[in-house]
Every structure is written in C-alpha cells, then in structure tokens.
C-alpha cells in the first residue's frame, strides 16, 4: 500500500510542475528549461519562509510568486531581447542556482521539525492511514485545481493565451499583446512549478539544491504520456490528461521497483513506455491515407475497443496487487530478517562502504541469502526516487533499512517517523544533526540509530601547518549543493583563521568544472590543496591532483581512496564506517532496541603519508610525522590498514 498511495501522492503534488511544463511547451510551444531551477526555488523559499516562522500555505504563496519571478524573467529576456527561449531558459535556470544558495543560505535545509501542510492535514485525519487519508485530501485538492484550471483556459484570457501560442500572428491582428501574454504564460507556468517544489519538500521533509535537476524531462515525459492515454479536445479533458500523465508516471516507476526492476533501469523503463506510448497512439489516431501496410494491420489490432480492454485488465491487475497489499500476511512468513539498502548514487566510496557493512554482519554471523536477505536499491540522484523505494521497503515489510549518504538518510528519517515498526540503521554520512536527523547521539527516534564519519579536519589543518609551515594558502575546490562538505566548510574557516591559515575556495556545479577551479586556486595564491570530502571533487580527483603535480603543490584528503594519488590522507577509514554500520546492524538482528543505541561516530582514524609521491616532488617529511603514521606509502614502516 505504501509504494502505491506514496507515488499517488508523489504525482499529484508534481503535477502542478507538469501543468507548468505544459503551458509552456504546448501552450506557448516554449522550450522552457528555468523549470529545472524554478522547482529548487519553490522549494528553497517555502523551506526559509517555514524555518523562519512563517505559515506553511502563506510559504506556498511565496514560492509561487518567486517561481513566476523566474519565469517572467527567462520570457522577458526571450520577448524583449530577442534572445532564443532555450537559451533565455538556460540562462535563467543557471543564475537560479546561485540564487537558491543564497535563499537557502546552505545546500540542505531540514524541515522534519516543522509545522507543514501535511501536518494539519493528518491533524484532522478521522482514523485513516496517513498516507491514505493525504491521498484523498490531495484528489480533493487536484480536483479544485482541475476544474479551476479548465475555467482559466475557457475564460478570454486563457483563450488569448492559447491563442497566441497557435498562432501569434492572428493574436496580434486581433489585439492581444503577444509580447506580455508570453510573459504571462511563462509566468504562470513557473509560479504552478514553484508550488510543486515547496509542496515537494513538505512532503518529504527538506529542501535541496540539487532536487530539480531534470524536473523538465519528468513534466515532459508526464505530458506526453497523458496526451496519449486521454485523447480528446475539451479543455477539461485536457487538463486532466495533464493531472492523470504525472500520476501515471509515477505509478509507472512503482510498478518498475513493484516487479525488482533495478532503479538503473528506470530511464531506459521510462523512455520506452513513453515510445510505446506515442506509438500506440498514433496507430489510434492515424488516418487511413497515412498509415502504411504494416502500420494499418497494427492499427486494426489495437483498434479502439481492444486498447479499452487493455487498459481495463491493466485496471484490474493494478487493483489484484493493492488489494494483496492490503492482505495480512500477503507476503507471507519468512525466517530471514529483510534489509533494505539505499544509496544516492554509484560512488566508489559507497561500494567500499558497502563492503564493509557485509563484512561486519558476515562477521558476526549473517550472510545475505542464508539468514538475511538484503534489497540493494540506488536512487541515481534523483530526490523524489528515494521517497519511492523507502516506500516500496516498507511495502516489502523489510525490518531494517539501511540508509546511506544524506538525501537517503533524511528521506528515510521522515518516513521512519511514519512507521515506528520499522528500524533505521544508517551510515556513510558526515553530520546527521546538520541535517536534523538527530539532536544528540542519544536525542533521536526510537527506530533509528546509526554511524556517522565526520572527518577529523581540525586536525587535517594543524598536520598541514605543521608539515609546511611556509605555506599558509590552502586551497579548497567544492561544490556548494553537498550538505557534507557544506559542514565541514564551516568548521575549516574558523580553525584556519585560529591558526594562521588561509582559505582559498573554489565551488563548482559538477565534475566537469574541477580542472579550472583548481586552475583558479593556483592563479589566486593556494600553494597547499586540500581534499575536504567533496563527492563531486572525488568523482574527478585526477584533474585535481593533475594541476596540483604540475605546480608542485602538495595534496591532502580525507577520502582513503584517493591515498595513491595524494601526498597525505587523514580521516575515518570508509571501509570502517561501514564495518561500525554493519556491527550496528549486526547488534539490531541481534535483538537490541535501537532506542538504546547512541549514534556513534567511527573513531577510527587513519594517518597515511605517500613517501612515493613525497620523493617524486621534493617534499620532506618530518621524522616524527613518520613515527606517527598507520601506514607509509614506500617504505616498510606501518602495516596498519587503511582499507579496514
């Protein structure tokens, strides 16, 4: 029931996104990309508005009007200037990204201690199911929105509006200001996916900069595939062809992670059903002179009447497997405790933490298939992706979930206090009270304990002045949307500043940026780099290092991985986390209440020196130093491990 009343949900609060991708792309046949941005600043401004104090539906209020700022903006500049409207789009939507950071402040903010909308709706719940009783809440809401909607399109100005999108010429001969009711359109259509982002992070309890990304391929691929499955002309019906494309899709992706399909795959899933889509449709609708021999036979079979069928025996296969989930017992017993494992993305310090994890629990005497059974699932960095597997764990009925990086943690935080029946487990994350996952070690929910690794990076500085103490410009490149590298930031300005060193930061977007930010470090003065954890740095680490060897420049980490092409590396082991998180697991199958388990930080702490690359550049280390390291890279000195 979760994975199926979760992506209702999900579809329809994203189908005010897809109403605005929408009127711009058939309305206004706009190619309008600032949707990818207007959805992050939605959902920037409702989260600042609501740790502020501000009411949750005055903060939706605002998060329309800055969305339709954005987009009267991307048409402004496309009207007036004359600028290509997929290049104003694309404008705008980078601007935007600099502009939601200095909304939000940070990268991630937290609202699992706030007052939300679907707070005060579960506040008059007669009894229902939470997620049950939203669901009928939001169909009331849809349906206002739809009829709403219809109206606006039938009233003079939205036949204006649809007008000029057909056929602007005749627009202007009749009077209609073709310039400003394109403004107004984008407008519109940004302010209704503003909505959808405010309402997205309520609903699963944070805001991110990263949570837009591709938001314009989702409304795209929901538009088509609801233009295809409800053909007619009326207004309403197209309105609702809108509204029922967002359900559809995300009721597809829950069919997908339904039948274990691999979340990998879920593109190539989602590109194929729109083709199948498209193509049926037009096999449906082609007339008889257009269609060619083998596109008329296909036709005849899937005439009008048979797709009907089709779709009714879809409706009922579609209502045996909610009314399965809705049986008790309907999974029916099992010996082997059940594990879900989430990650955000394929990293390789993921993988090594995973490794970690089946080590420990091996350890200790459980293997996956044998005594435990372990659901991998990877959410390809997409947000909303998350909130679906948690969902389809907990309608799996897996005892334990195991949660790793942040965006995974806090979705799952969030549901977790949903279904107290289900333990949490998390590890592979920097700070979990940044992030409002916890207030203390022992201040968290009952179901929920972990391992965090925030690494030693105070004494990553003092190592770094103690080792060079003529170079006091050390340079840092990160990207700002990562929450982790956001909190150690905050503890490397002051430190440096305490004692004597000096910060040189260069943010980035994406991988593809490192090598001139690196360039730029150099050009500013950084004679030291540093590696503060950054997952986009890590990705392209070798551009990096690359810059730093040929100016000479010693590099420190604090991923572990990344030790045979750095000079230094100091920080929690990756594969230790893990090991702590799968002795914690271990401990939980075990029999022991979460509640009681503190969150614990790996302790663990390795010192690794890379005498190699220290001899091919130069650089001298300290006798001492050498004395205090775990392992030396080189020479015979250390066997302690760096890889657990």
Avoid at 56 to 76: D, K
Avoid at 238 to 249: A, E, Q, R, Y
Avoid at 545 to 573: C, H, M
């Amino acid at each position: 029931m979760e994975l199926w009343i979760g992506a209702l949900n999900l579809g329809f609060l994203y189908a005010f996104m897809t109403m605005g991708v929408f009127i711009t792309f058939r309305i206004h046949d706009f190619p309008d990309i600032t949707v990818d941005g207007s959805f992050t600043t939605g959902a920037a401004v409702t989260a600042i508005l609501m740790v502020s104090g501000l009411n949750p539906f005055v903060a939706l209020f605002a998060a329309f009007g800055a969305g339709a700022a954005a987009g009267s903006i991307t048409a402004l500049i496309h009207t007036r200037m004359k600028i290509n409207g997929l290049l104003a789009g694309i404008l705008v939507m980078t601007g935007l990204y600099s502009i939601n950071l200095h909304v939000m402040g940070r990268s991630n903010i937290p609202l699992l201690d706030q007052t939300t909308l679907f707070t005060y709706i579960q506040r008059v719940n007669p009894g229902l199911h939470d997620e049950v009783w939203t669901s009928l809440v939001l169909l009331a809401v849809m349906s206002l929105f739809w009829w709403i909607t219809s109206l606006f399109f039938r009233t003079d100005m939205g036949i204006s509006m649809r007008v000029t999108g057909e056929n602007p010429d005749m627009a202007a001969a009749a009077g209609v200001n073709v310039g400003r009711m394109t403004v107004l359109g984008v407008a519109l259509a940004n302010g209704l996916v503003g909505v959808s982002g405010g309402l997205v992070a309520q609903y699963q309890g944070f805001a991110d900069i990263g949570m837009g990304i591709g938001t314009i391929v989702i409304g795209l691929a929901a538009v088509i595939i609801g233009e295809s499955v409800l053909r007619m002309r009326s207004m309403y019906a197209i309105v609702l062809s809108v509204i029922l494309g967002s359900v559809i899709f995300r009721q597809m992706i829950a069919v997908a992670l339904y039948a274990g399909m691999n979340p990998l795959d879920l593109k190539l899933l989602t590109a194929a059903f729109v083709l199948v889509t498209l193509i049926v449709s037009k096999m449906i609708t082609a007339g008889p002179k257009t269609r060619g021999p083998l596109l008329a036979r296909l036709s005849a079979f899937f005439s009008r009447r048979i797709v009907l069928a089709l779709a009714g025996i879809g409706a009922i296969l579609i209502g045996l497997v909610i009314v399965k989930a809705y049986m008790p017992g309907a999974s029916g017993p099992s010996k082997a405790s059940i594990i879900g494992l989430v990650q955000f993305a394929l990293e390789p310090n993921v993988e090594v933490c995973k490794k970690g994890i089946l080590d420990a629990l091996a350890d200790k005497g459980y293997e996956d298939g044998k005594n435990v059974k372990i659901i991998y699932k990877n959410a390809q960095a997409d947000f909303s992706m998350i909130n679906a597997i948690i969902h389809d764990f907990i309608r799996r009925k897996v005892d334990i979930i195991v949660p790793l990086s942040t965006p995974c943690v806090q979705s799952t935080v969030h549901l977790a206090g949903k279904n107290p029946h289900i333990k949490v487990v998390f590890t592979y994350i920097y700070d979990p009270y940044r992030i409002g996952a916890a207030r203390t070690p022992t201040d968290h929910l009952p179901n929920m304990t972990g391992v965090s690794c925030f690494p030693p990076i105070e004494q990553m500085l003092d190592l770094i002045k103690e080792m060079f103490p003529d170079r006091k410009t050390v340079g840092i490149v990160w990207n700002s949307s990562e929450a982790n590298s956001e909190a150690v930031l905050s503890k490397v300005r002051p430190h440096a500043v305490k004692i004597g060193l000096e910060i040189i930061e260069a943010t980035v977007t994406g991988p593809a940026e490192v090598l001139d930010a690196a360039k730029s470090l150099v050009s500013r003065g950084a004679r030291v780099f540093l590696n503060s954890g950054d997952n986009t740095l890590s990705v392209s680490f070798a551009s990096f290092v690359k810059v730093a060897n040929r100016r000479n420049i010693p590099v420190f980490t604090v991923d572990s991985e990344q030790i045979q092409d750095a000079f230094v590396y100091l920080g929690p082991d990756t594969y230790q986390t893990g090991y702590d998180g799968g002795i914690y697991l271990a401990r939980v199958l075990n029999g022991e209440n979460t509640a009681d388990l503190p969150i614990y930080q790996t302790r663990e702490i390795a010192l690794v020196i890379n005498a190699e690359m220290a001899a091919r550049h130069g650089f001298r280390i300290p006798e001492g130093i050498l004395e205090r390291a775990d392992r030396v890279i080189g020479q015979e000195k250390g066997s302690s491990r760096t890889d657990g």
